[in-house]
Each structure stands twice: as structure tokens, then as C-alpha cells.
């Protein structure tokens, strides 16, 4: 995962995941989750790092029966969510963060810097740390992932 909600293999996104959280006053209600897969893809405009499963894997697949599968794993993960505590799903988040102790290039206010992401954190912040720790909230960075 890149924080907060890419689906990354390699250095290429493969799809994402949006939450809306519906609150009724300060009272968080429900949420709709969106997921979207580069399912059988082969060609994408060359301003976006992209890439689908059929590239990596060299398999079509039937979108519906793939559909299916997608919707049973996530009732799964949601039930299993249910079971464990939040410290031991974020551990899990942040054993798969993408370049996680790797130094990268982000982008704040029009400035460039390079940080190394160690973790998010239980707010849901992206910790980095280059001459000193830092903390960002959702929307306050950007990844710069090609160089231009």
C-alpha cells in the first residue's frame, strides 16, 4: 500500500482504494469503500506509471468471477477486522507500506524533499525521517515518483 490508499507493485500503481466516511453530526455512521484493480489493461497513457494484473502476471481474467473473489477476500478482512485489535492491523498495514525504509522524493508547497518513510502512524500519518522525524496528515504531501 502507499499511503494512504494506492496499490502499488513495484514502482507501478496497479489500483486504489477511496473511503467516504458518513457521519450523522459528530457521529462517524458508515463508510462506502470503492476499490479499483488495473484488471486486463495492457495499454495506458504514458503520463501514468500504471500497470494491471494481466501484465504481471500474463493471465486474462473473467472481470465478473474476479469481482466475486475481490468481494468474498474484503467480507473476509472486514470480519477479520472485527477480531483483532487495531495495533495488530496496523502492524499489517505497515509490514506491505510501500517504500517503507526507503528514501523518496515528496513534494510539499511546491518544494521537493527527500525523506525515508518509516511507518504510519495510529492517527493514520505518514512518519518520515531525514534530518529529523516528520509528520504529515493526508493531502499535506505529494509522492513524486518520476523525476520532471
Known amino acids: 500500500m502507499k499511503w494512504p490508499n494506492d496499490l502499488y507493485w513495484r514502482d507501478r500503481k496497479a489500483g486504489g482504494v477511496l473511503i467516504e466516511n458518513i457521519f450523522k453530526g459528530k457521529k462517524w455512521n458508515w463508510a462506502v469503500i470503492g476499490i479499483g484493480i488495473n484488471i486486463n489493461q495492457v495499454l495506458f497513457p504514458d503520463n501514468i506509471n500504471a500497470v ?3 501484465q504481471i ?3 486474462n481474467y473473467d472481470v465478473i468471477e474476479f469481482g466475486k473473489e475481490l468481494y468474498g477476500c474484503v467480507m473476509q478482512k472486514l470480519e477479520d477486522i472485527r477480531e483483532e485489535n487495531f495495533k495488530e492491523i496496523l502492524k499489517k498495514y505497515n509490514l506491505y507500506l510501500f517504500k517503507k525504509n526507503c528514501t523518496v522524493l515528496l513534494k510539499k508547497d511546491n518544494a521537493r524533499f527527500s525523506t525515508t518513510i518509516k511507518e504510519v502512524n495510529e492517527h493514520g500519518q505518514l512518519v ?3 534530518m529529523m522525524e516528520r509528520v504529515f496528515n493526508w493531502g499535506e504531501v505529494e509522492w513524486v515518483l518520476k523525476e520532471g
Open 52 to 54: 494491471s494484473l494481466q
Open 57 to 59: 502476471t500474463g493471465n
Open 128 to 130: 518520515t525521517f531525514d
